[in-house]
């Protein structure tokens, strides 16, 4: 036996010492919204890229890039640093110079949402675009498309949504809404991983999307992103963004892979200037790793139970709290679509007769851990409070009545796949005494 693979055996040990017992829930014991799940591979996978030592993005990466373009049905995918980097590199691809009169510029809007995730629209205002934040529905929490006409002006260039929780927005409205009036629509696709709409995976419907996996995603390399499409000039655009904005092409630790490295002039360069450090964005490094990949590689193998077991979870949460209908807002799928929940979202009602603060308070002392809908209302946040006392810098389109409901009333709790039927019985058992007055702590 070769010393890899001793060390690999000892590590396959080590899991079955350290994390192969499963102790059965019982009540009392912490429900998390979240978490990682994860065998041997995975940290077979760590190791065995560690010993490789080859730390930036290599073989595990190139292997990662192509399955999961293969599974979701893209052509192109690049690995990076983590979802929010995915943001940022989709949304400033549609920036370049190299997209002539279609690149966005600052000054021009972007229709979303405020009930979601910052990053999602801190590109947008990063750069000096305009978001234009239209209101969502209820059950849905996607959103509201009949309001699309009144979002939209003379300086309207892209639309950039997340699928809410595994939730698709209505893509067949959206998606003509763009073509009629030729806009970009970027997908986030970061909390909705292998959901799907009219039989497609959602990432496919726009011409950019991203991915996050972050730990308590669909699937996690602890941090890590992904940004895939079917253009090839955009993932050039992409790829260039994230190495830094330089010209070249190659594979870390490839040179020359186009032939052309010393026998091009471009800018103002002298002729034959070295391609690998040729300039043609403003970039950054948001690189992934190799040791990210090896993780993801195995993750990835493992998505399609993923994917089964939160839609078992929710669908048991969903069934179970059938009955509290008086008391909450239930969550629906959005029409045409096959949701990969990401959580079960519960908007209390104004007539349950308790509030949002009093039911999350009762389920974290029963060491059930609750989330808000993220921002709630992201233009009420503090990072907004200048725009809002100058009136610049945004634009909503009416009341955004329903981003407020989700602000004050709505809560989330988890269906990850680490769930097991007794966590989600206790769970219903404990929400349904909370409604029922039979309150003990």
């Given amino acids: 036996m070769t010393k890899r693979a001793e060390i690999l055996k000892l590590v396959k040990d080590y899991y079955a010492e350290q994390f192969g017992a499963k102790k059965d829930f019982k009540p009392g014991d912490r429900i998390t919204y979240a978490g990682r799940v994860f065998d041997e591979k995975e940290l077979e996978n760590l190791v065995s890229a560690s010993l490789d030592f080859w730390l930036t993005s290599g073989e595990y990466t190139a292997k990662f890039e192509e399955n999961l373009s293969r599974l979701l049905g893209v052509k192109y995918c690049s690995l990076v640093n983590?979802?929010?980097?995915?943001?940022?590199?989709?949304?400033?691809?549609?920036?370049?110079?190299?997209?002539?009169?279609?690149?966005?510029?600052?000054?021009?809007?972007?229709?979303?949402?405020?009930?979601?995730?910052?990053?999602?629209?801190?590109?947008?205002?990063?750069?000096?675009?305009?978001?234009?934040?239209?209101?969502?529905?209820?059950?849905?929490?996607?959103?509201?498309?009949?309001?699309?006409?009144?979002?939209?002006?003379?300086?309207?260039?892209?639309?950039?949504?997340?699928?809410?929780?595994?939730?698709?927005?209505?893509?067949?409205?959206?998606?003509?809404?763009?073509?009629?009036?030729?806009?970009?629509?970027?997908?986030?696709?970061?909390?909705?991983?292998?959901?799907?709409?009219?039989?497609?995976?959602?990432?496919?419907?726009?011409?950019?999307?991203?991915?996050?996996?972050?730990?308590?995603?669909?699937?996690?390399?602890?941090?890590?992103?992904?940004?895939?499409?079917?253009?090839?000039?955009?993932?050039?655009?992409?790829?260039?963004l994230r190495d830094w904005g330089r010209d070249c092409w190659c594979a870390s630790g490839k040179d020359n892979s186009c032939n052309n490295r010393f026998k091009q002039q471009l800018g103002e360069l002298p002729f034959g200037y070295d391609h690998k450090y040729t300039y043609s964005h403003f970039g950054y490094n948001l690189k992934a790793t190799d040791l990210q990949a090896a993780i993801g590689c195995a993750q990835l193998e493992k998505l399609p139970g993923f994917i089964k077991a939160r839609k078992k979870n929710w669908q048991k949460l969903r069934q179970g709290l059938a009955g509290l209908a008086d008391k909450f807002i239930l969550p629906e799928p959005t029409e045409h679509s096959d949701p990969s929940w990401f959580g079960f979202m519960l908007t209390v009602k104004k007539e349950a007769g308790f509030t949002r603060q009093e039911i999350v308070n009762y389920l974290e002392a029963k060491k059930i851990q609750t989330r808000m809908l993220f921002a709630g209302n992201m233009i009420k946040h503090p990072c907004f409070d200048e725009m809002r006392k100058s009136g610049h810098g945004y634009r909503a389109v009416g009341e955004l009545t329903k981003t407020d409901v989700i602000m004050n009333q709505t809560f989330w709790v988890g269906v990850y796949p680490g769930m097991t039927d007794g966590m989600l019985d206790y769970l219903i058992a404990v929400i349904k005494e909370f409604c029922q007055g039979e309150k003990n702590v």
């Fill in 82 to 240: 983590s979802g929010s980097s995915a943001n940022l590199l989709a949304f400033m691809a549609l920036t370049s110079p190299k997209l002539g009169a279609k690149r966005l510029k600052p000054g021009d809007e972007v229709i979303t949402v405020a009930a979601g995730f910052p990053t999602t629209i801190a590109p947008i205002i990063q750069y000096g675009a305009i978001p234009v934040f239209v209101d969502v529905t209820l059950p849905t929490y996607n959103l509201d498309v009949s309001q699309l006409e009144k979002a939209l002006s003379g300086k309207t260039k892209a639309i950039m949504l997340a699928h809410t929780l595994g939730n698709p927005f209505d893509l067949k409205t959206v998606k003509a809404f763009c073509d009629k009036h030729h806009l970009w629509l970027i997908e986030d696709n970061c909390d909705s991983l292998g959901s799907k709409y009219d039989g497609q995976y959602t990432g496919n419907f726009g011409q950019i999307a991203t991915s996050s996996f972050y730990p308590p995603h669909h699937m996690t390399m602890g941090e890590g992103g992904a940004v895939y499409t079917n253009d090839h000039k955009l993932i050039k655009i992409v790829n260039s």
